[in-house]
C-alpha cells in the first residue's frame, strides 16, 4: 500500500512538559541503531487506551519521513511504532 | 405553515470538516500534505476507498472505487488503513471547540455538527456569527493542526445552514438569508439539496420541478399531495424557505454491523463465528444505550452479488450477546453458499426497564448482571478484554470502524 513500516522499538527521547493546549514536546529522539532524528513538526497528538492505561500518540515529522511516537503515561517509556520514509 | 421567507438573523451554524479523515492524516503526517491520499478500511487493492483527500478528488479519485481502480488514475495515491482513534480525538476535539459557543450544539455525524445560537449567552450573540465562524476555522488549526479546514456555513434552519456549508468546498464560509436564498438556488441543481437523491429527483422531475429554485416556487399543495404524498412535502415547503422542521431527536430504533469476509476460502464455521463476533459488537451497542431489542434481522451478499436476508421478531425482548447471536444463528443456516459479505442487526429496540415482570426473571436478572460484568470490563480493559471463546481469533479480521452514520457510539 505504501512505505509504511510497523515498528516497536523503544526509544530515548528528549520533551518539553510545558504550557499551553499541547504541553508534552518531543523535540528529539535516539533509535536503537544509535540514528538520532530532530523533530521539526508534532503532526498530531491524541491519546489511545492500552487495556485500562492510556497512550499518547505522537505523529511527527522530521522535514524527511513521518514516524509515530508512543508515550506510555503509566510506565513512562517511548517507542516508536511507525516510520513511513515515504510514498514515492 | 408559513408562505414567506424566513427574515429573521440566521442563528444556525453548520460546521463540516473536510475530507475529515484524509484531512487528519495529512494533518498527522505533515509528508502527506499535497499529496493524493486515500483512506481505507482494509490494507488490500481491492478495499474501497472511505475517503479521498481534495488532492486525490481533483484527480478523479472517488469514494467507493477500489485502491486499485484509483490507482489506474492515480498511481501516486497514497492508501492508508483508518485510525479511528486519532478521527475520534479530532471529533470531540471539535465539539469542544463548538460546545464552547453554545449548549446547544448536535453532532451529525463524526466530521459535522450543528451550533443553535438562539439559546446561547448575550456576549455570543452579539457577535457577527461570521466572526465567530471565522475565529472556529482558526481555532480549529490552533488547537488541532495547522492542515486543518472546515466548511462553516449559517442560516435560519438546519438544511439551509448545511446547504451553505457546502457552497465553497474546501475551507469556506457563507451565509444563506432570504435577501439571498433565490441568488443561491439558482446556483445549485436538485442533487446539491441535501435529501434529494435519484429517488426523490425522479418525483420533482415527475411534475415538471427540475431546478431548486422551481422546488422552491413549488406551492405546499403540490409538494404534499402529488410529489410526497405525505407530510414530508410540507415539511420540505417549510424548509426551503428557512424554517427549522429538522430540530428534533432521532430516537435509536436499530443497531447493526456487517463485515465484508476476509477470504473467499472460508469455512462455513469460520463465518459463524465471524457472524458471531458482530453479535458482540452489536450487542454492546444495544446495551451501551440502555435499550433492549424484539428483532434480530440479518443479511448475506454472494459473490455472484445476490442479496440474501431472514428476520425474526422474539416474543420477548432481549439484550444478551448470547440471545443475539442464537437468533442470527438460526437464521443464517438458511444463507446461500459463496458469502462475500454478512451483517446482523437488531431492531424494534426499545428503552431497557425493569417494569414489566417476567416469569423468567430471576434468569433475565441474572443475565443482565452478568453482560454488564462484561461490558464493564471491556470499557475498562478494552474491548474484547472478555468474549466468547467461539470469536477467538476474529478479532484481527473483524476490526472496529468508524461508524458514520450515528456518533452514538463514539
Known sequence: MNDEILLNERVQVIAVFGEGLNPCRPLKFRRPNGREVEITEIGLR?????????????????????YRLEFDSERLTWHLTMEADHYE | MRNTYNDGRPLIMHIDLNSCFATVEQQARPMLRGRPVAIVNRRTEHTMIVTASY???????????????????VPELVALESDPAKYRYVYHKMMDIMRSYSAHVTMKSIDEGVIDFHQTSQDVRDRPLEDIGREI???????????????????????????????????????????????????????DLTGIAKHNEARLNSVGIYTPLEFLDADVSTLQDVVFKSIVGEQWHQRLRGWEVDDRPHPLKTAGRQYVLESKILSREEILQRLHNLCESVGA??????????????????????????????????????????????????????????????????????????????????????????????????????????????????????????????
Open chain 2, 285 to 410: 451497542k444495544v446495551r451501551s444505550q440502555g435499550k433492549v431489542a424484539r428483532g434480530v434481522f440479518v443479511y448475506a451478499k454472494s459473490r455472484d452479488r445476490r442479496y440474501w436476508h431472514a428476520r425474526r421478531m422474539a416474543s420477548a425482548p432481549f439484550f444478551s450477546d448470547q440471545a443475539i447471536y442464537a437468533q442470527a444463528c438460526q437464521l443464517f443456516e438458511k444463507a446461500p453458499q459463496a458469502i462475500k459479505e454478512i451483517g446482523v442487526t437488531c431492531y424494534e429496540l426499545s428503552d431497557d426497564s425493569d417494569d414489566q415482570l417476567s416469569l423468567f426473571g430471576d434468569q433475565l436478572a441474572q443475565e443482565k448482571h452478568t453482560a454488564s460484568t462484561i461490558d464493564e470490563i471491556n470499557s475498562r480493559y478494552g474491548d474484547r478484554t472478555i468474549h466468547s471463546a467461539d470469536t477467538l481469533g476474529t478479532g484481527i479480521y473483524v476490526k472496529q470502524k468508524i461508524p458514520f452514520g450515528s456518533t452514538r457510539y463514539l
Open chain 2, 137 to 191: 476555522k482558526q481555532r480549529l488549526r490552533d488547537e488541532i493542526g495547522v492542515a486543518m479546514r472546515c466548511n462553516v456555513g449559517i442560516a435560519t434552519n438546519r438544511f439551509l445552514a448545511k446547504t451553505a456549508a457546502s457552497l465553497h468546498k474546501p475551507d469556506g464560509l457563507d451565509v444563506m438569508t432570504h435577501d439571498n436564498l433565490r441568488d443561491v438556488m439558482s446556483t445549485l441543481e436538485l442533487r
Open chain 2, 55 to 73: 488532492e486525490a478528488k481533483a484527480l478523479g479519485v472517488g469514494l467507493g472505487m477500489s485502491v486499485k481502480e484509483a490507482r489506474r488514475l
Open chain 1, 46 to 66: 491524541h491519546p489511545s487506551t492500552k487495556g485500562k492505561r492510556t497512550v499518547h500518540m505522537f505523529d511527527v515529522t522530521d522535514g524527511g519521513a513521518d
